[in-house]
Nanobody, 122 residues
Framework: QVQLVESGGGSVQPGGSLRLSCAASGRTVSSYSMAWFRQAPGKEREFVATISWSGRTTYYADSAKGRFTISRDNDKNTYLQMNSLGPEDTAVYYC????????????????WGQGTQVTVSS
């Protein structure tokens, strides 16, 4: 089993930055691809970014490209640096782990955290 716990969410003004963290415990996730998804009120969960088990390959949703950076330290922690935040980024952000290759499809991720709220508002 893998347990994932997100942290780092909060309230920020438009144009601001946040760094989300995802801490894994239980079984090691060093061989898992990791990803961030988000869900805004009244909307479906959507893909944000993913990183391969090695950390060498990353892939972003169009909405995240150029503003967000996903990274990992392989053993336990995955991060999402978010810059130039706007109100459209307001959502609950979820960390997820997959034993398969990096993918944008939520169905391929076996383990999920409980989420951390990000609110962007002036």
């Amino acid at each position: 089993q893998v347990q994932l716990v997100e942290s780092g969410g909060g309230s920020v003004q438009p144009g601001g930055s946040l760094r989300l963290s995802c801490a894994a415990s239980g079984r090691t996730v060093s061989s898992y691809s990791m990803a961030w998804f988000r869900q805004a009120p009244g909307k479906e969960r959507e893909f944000v970014a993913t990183i391969s088990w090695s950390g060498r390959t990353t892939y972003y949703a169009d909405s995240a490209k150029g503003r967000f950076t996903i990274s990992r330290d392989n053993d336990k922690n995955t991060y999402l640096q978010m810059n130039s935040l706007g109100p459209e980024d307001t959502a609950v952000y979820y960390c997820a782990a997959s034993p398969y290759s990096s993918t944008q499809y939520a169905r391929n991720y076996n383990y999920w955290g409980q989420g951390t709220q990000v609110t962007v508002s002036s």
